[in-house]
């Protein structure tokens, strides 16, 4: 490490310290459903076409928002509605209009399976601002990945509406194309920078797949050899031109310390910042940090007091803006209590110093890699994107 990217790190440490201890909630991801109508092979929620877990009704997920109105002490927020998938839900421009109304900001991450122009033209109306597609190679891979024929088709489809849009209204809409890299996608990777380009897209974002919910059941993982090519990717793709001088955005996922690779395939240092800065409602109101920490250890409550389960619980009939039926449950937990007075296994991670992590040297740049890779406060870590990159 150089002395301008010592420094950096060191100002970077600094900054880590203070947020933890600051922990202003901005980031708020609202498990809307976890009903999808794919069945990709490395989903992490394991999500069906008819989940056991109801929607969360609308009216409920606003009583969230209203606490955090009044109790939060960020100047901003963004909400985050995902799934499952949440466009399956027809009352998104409802609950998007009452976070406008409370000034904050919204978007959707989305399968593409449903979108239409005039689906897309309504929730821009409702205030979206941003938009993530998930598309993971070309025909034959993505749907692959996704299990369906007409996958890959429409969600260029979305694509080509969110381009659109931006060339007409500019950054009223900030919108990424997600990427799932895996072994039978690694190989495609400059023809789709290529495809991405000439689409129009400009921000790109690369994960790699971790083995959670249906993920863990299928060999996709990358081996060391297969996961440094990858990096060496994102390297070159984030200086890359191609012969018109046209560019993509590309990122590296949050998802854990890389070592000499750290700033060069993405904008920021790793830090998880699950239970710091990002928290979620999940479907059925447990509170955590981000989505893909699902593990009992790190949940802090439930916005019900206790889960929705459905085996005592009373429904009501459907209602004209569901579809599906909804659990007549009270709120009666304050998510900035929890915020404010929980959390403290996800902001003080000394637990995670344990197993190949003990002795690690790395340790306080990466503090146990993602929360996402514990199952939970006892196990080893899944796996150590460091000890793939040495």
């Given at each position: 490490?150089?002395?301008?990217?010592?420094?950096?790190?060191?100002?970077?440490?600094?900054?880590?310290?203070?947020?933890?201890?600051?922990?202003?909630?901005?980031?708020?991801?609202?498990?809307?459903?976890?009903?999808?109508?794919?069945?990709?092979?490395?989903?992490?929620?394991?999500?069906?076409?008819?989940?056991?877990?109801?929607?969360?009704?609308?009216?409920?997920?606003?009583?969230?928002?209203?606490?955090?109105?009044?109790?939060?002490?960020?100047?901003?927020?963004?909400?985050?509605?995902?799934?499952?998938?949440?466009?399956?839900?027809?009352?998104?421009?409802?609950?998007?209009?009452?976070?406008?109304?409370?000034?904050?900001?919204?978007?959707?991450?989305?399968?593409?399976?449903?979108?239409?122009?005039?689906?897309?033209?309504?929730?821009?109306?409702?205030?979206?601002?941003s938009?993530?597609?998930?598309?993971?190679?070309?025909?034959?891979?993505?749907?692959?990945?996704?299990?369906?024929?007409?996958?890959?088709?429409?969600?260029?489809?979305?694509?080509?509406?969110?381009?659109?849009?931006?060339?007409?209204?500019?950054?009223?809409?900030?919108?990424?194309?997600?990427t799932?890299?895996?072994?039978?996608?690694?190989?495609?990777?400059?023809?789709?920078?290529?495809?991405?380009?000439?689409?129009g897209?400009?921000m790109?974002?690369?994960?790699?797949?971790?083995?959670?919910?249906?993920?863990?059941?299928?060999?996709?993982?990358?081996?060391?050899?297969?996961?440094?090519?990858?990096?060496?990717?994102?390297?070159?793709?984030?200086?890359?031109?191609?012969?018109?001088?046209?560019?993509?955005?590309l990122?590296?996922?949050?998802?854990?310390?890389?070592?000499?690779?750290?700033?060069?395939?993405?904008?920021?240092?790793?830090?998880?910042?699950?239970?710091?800065?990002?928290?979620?409602?999940m479907?059925?109101?447990?509170?955590?940090?981000?989505?893909?920490?699902?593990?009992?250890?790190?949940?802090?409550?439930?916005?019900?007091?206790?889960?929705?389960?459905?085996s005592?619980?009373?429904?009501?009939?459907?209602?004209?803006?569901?579809?599906?039926?909804?659990?007549?449950?009270?709120?009666?937990?304050?998510?900035?209590?929890?915020?404010?007075?929980?959390?403290q296994?996800?902001?003080?991670?000394?637990?995670?110093?344990?197993?190949?992590?003990?002795?690690?040297?790395?340790?306080?740049?990466?503090?146990?890699?993602?929360?996402?890779?514990?199952?939970?406060?006892?196990?080893?870590?899944?796996?150590?994107?460091?000890?793939?990159?040495?």
């Open positions: 490490m150089d002395f301008s990217t010592s420094f950096k790190y060191l100002l970077f440490r600094l900054y880590r310290k203070y947020s933890i201890k600051k922990h202003e909630l901005n980031y708020l991801f609202w498990e809307c459903t976890l009903r999808c109508n794919l069945n990709c092979l490395h989903c992490g929620s394991d999500c069906l076409k008819q989940s056991e877990i109801e929607d969360m009704p609308a009216e409920d997920f606003i009583k969230v928002l209203d606490d955090i109105k009044e109790n939060n002490r960020a100047e901003h927020l963004t909400v985050c509605i995902t799934g499952g998938e949440p466009l399956l839900r027809n009352d998104l421009e409802d609950v998007g209009r009452e976070i406008i109304k409370r000034g904050f900001y919204w978007g959707i991450v989305t399968n593409g399976m449903l979108i239409t122009p005039e689906r897309f033209v309504s929730l821009i109306n409702a205030g979206m601002t938009m993530s597609y998930s598309l993971d190679g070309f025909e034959k891979e993505h749907s692959y990945l996704r299990q369906n024929p007409q996958s890959y088709k429409k969600v260029c489809e979305g694509i080509k509406l969110a381009v659109d849009f931006q060339k007409k209204y500019g950054n009223r809409l900030i919108f990424d194309v997600i799932c890299v895996h072994k039978k996608n690694l190989e495609i990777l400059p023809a789709l920078r290529e495809d991405l380009i000439n689409r897209v400009k790109w974002r690369i994960f790699s797949i971790f083995p959670e919910g249906r993920a863990g059941q299928n060999d996709l993982f990358l081996t060391k050899e297969e996961y440094k090519r990858l990096m060496d990717f994102i390297v070159e793709t984030r200086s890359y031109k191609d012969s018109q001088d046209r560019s993509i955005h990122n590296y996922a949050c998802e854990g310390y890389l070592g000499d690779y750290e700033l060069k395939v993405r904008d920021y240092f790793f830090f998880c910042r699950g239970g710091i800065n990002v928290g979620s409602v479907c059925d109101g447990s509170i955590g940090a981000c989505l893909s920490v699902r593990g009992k250890d790190f949940i802090q409550g439930n916005i019900y007091g206790q889960a929705r389960g459905n005592s619980d009373t429904y009501s009939s459907t209602t004209s803006t569901n579809t599906s039926r909804t659990v007549k449950k009270e709120v009666s937990v304050s998510f900035m209590d929890i915020w404010e007075n929980k959390f296994n996800l902001r003080k991670r000394s637990w995670a110093k344990h197993g190949k992590c003990r002795k690690c040297k790395v340790w306080n740049k990466c503090m146990g890699n993602g929360l996402h890779l514990h199952h939970d406060m006892s196990c080893e870590v899944a796996h150590c994107n460091y000890e793939l990159l040495t």
